[in-house]
């Protein structure tokens, strides 16, 4: 059976080490490279002991020397990597003809300006952007499948715009009433140390941050102004609460059409769909279901009072959100299936 060499970048944190578990499993894929400076040298299986005597986990972590990872004969690089940290890798394997998916938020935004608005700098490589196809593979399959620049939706924009972009299409919900309200396990924030992310700060507490521009607004705004051909911008509030992974967010907006015309646009995008599964109305998603899996739980109900329209999803903020969603565009790009080694529960 032909398999696929791939390299990851940032194996070592949260979402590097939910690469590398689907990946060692991965019928069609290879980790020929996996790059960590705090863990040069180690064995996965010796950082990481659950994956002792799985093939692959023998493989010691190197630095991040790109001709190194192009010696270990490549085709694919995975870049869990910071914001900013990640462009020049991607430039660098680019240049080595390795195709790329980054989960960095590096080139999700078409415009370097809007990234230097949001993030806070210039962005480092803007002529890589216009090349980039978003990795959302609900929506950019065909584009996803022939690119050799895919960057990775975060994880708050994926539980937002699953939902809501078949209905901003067909003019169902008025996108100037869109408010998101998304509460996030703690691995969201990386595997780092910082105060804020201590057990004792984060058990028993909920809070909200980043407000009122947190980072991913930026692509949620560009994604949903793609789907109702107009500029959009919403009020979306995150929240950190005490659970290791997971997402539950809520989305409210005023309903211009039907309920049943609601339903009939989410079947119509979704019914085909491998990995979102469509609740119904007055079904809450519940986080349980979809940690450590590639789903996306949508449910939905419509407030007669108010006339909004509620839309409620729950996702794995290191599975659809970043690692499992990034091999589901892995997928498309091979020719495989995009069940193809996410197809867990």
């Known amino acids: 059976m032909e398999t696929t060499k791939v390299a990851i970048l940032g194996a070592s944190g949260y979402t590097g080490m939910e690469l590398v578990r689907l990946l060692l499993a991965h019928p069609r894929a290879q980790i020929t490279a996996a790059t960590s400076r705090a863990n040069a040298g180690k064995r996965i299986d010796e950082v990481f002991p659950r994956f002792a005597r799985l093939a692959g986990s023998e493989l010691p972590f190197m630095e991040p020397d790109m001709e190194a990872v192009a010696e270990s004969g490549a085709e694919i690089a995975f870049l869990a990597l910071p914001h900013g940290t990640a462009a020049a890798y991607a430039t660098e394997l680019l240049a080595r003809k390795i195709r790329v998916i980054d989960l960095s938020a590096?080139?999700?935004?078409?415009?370097?300006?809007?990234?230097?608005?949001?993030?806070?700098?210039?962005?480092?490589?803007?002529?890589?952007?216009?090349?980039?196809?978003?990795?959302?593979?609900e929506v950019y399959a065909e584009a996803i499948t022939t690119a050799q620049l895919v960057a990775s939706p975060g994880?708050?924009?994926?539980?937002?715009l699953i939902p809501l972009i078949p209905l901003l299409g067909k003019g169902l919900v008025d996108p100037a009433t869109i408010v998101a309200n998304s509460l996030s396990g703690v691995s969201g924030a990386g595997r780092k140390a910082d105060l804020s992310l201590l057990y004792v700060e984060c058990n028993e507490s909920v809070r909200a941050y980043g407000l009122p521009k947190h980072r991913h607004l930026s692509e949620i705004e560009q994604e949903l102004s793609f789907a109702a051909g107009k500029n959009v911008t919403l009020t979306f509030i995150p929240h950190l609460i005490p659970v290791n992974s997971g997402i539950c967010t809520t989305t409210t907006a005023t309903l211009q059409g039907t309920v049943v015309e609601v339903e009939q646009a989410l079947h119509a995008a979704y019914e085909d769909s491998s990995f979102v599964r469509l609740l119904g109305r007055g079904k809450?998603?519940?986080?349980?279901?979809?940690?450590?899996?590639?789903?996306?739980?949508?449910?939905?109900?419509?407030?007669?009072?108010?006339?909004?329209?509620?839309?409620?999803?729950?996702?794995?903020?290191?599975?659809k959100g970043a690692a499992s969603q990034a091999i589901q565009s892995f997928n498309l790009m091979t020719g495989l299936p995009d069940t193809m080694g996410i197809a867990t529960v």
């Not at 590096?106 to 480092?124: I, K, T």
């Not at 490589?125 to 196809?133: G, M, Q």
């Not at 994880?155 to 937002?160: E, F, R, V």
């Open 106 to 137: 590096d080139f999700r935004l078409r415009e370097a300006s809007v990234y230097e608005e949001f993030y806070g700098e210039p962005h480092p490589a803007p002529d890589l952007l216009k090349t980039a196809v978003y990795g959302l593979p």
């Open 284 to 319: 809450s998603p519940d986080t349980k279901n979809v940690t450590r899996t590639n789903f996306i739980d949508v449910g939905w109900e419509f407030d007669e009072r108010t006339g909004r329209l509620i839309l409620l999803s729950a996702e794995d903020n290191l599975g």
């Open 155 to 160: 994880c708050y924009p994926t539980s937002i």
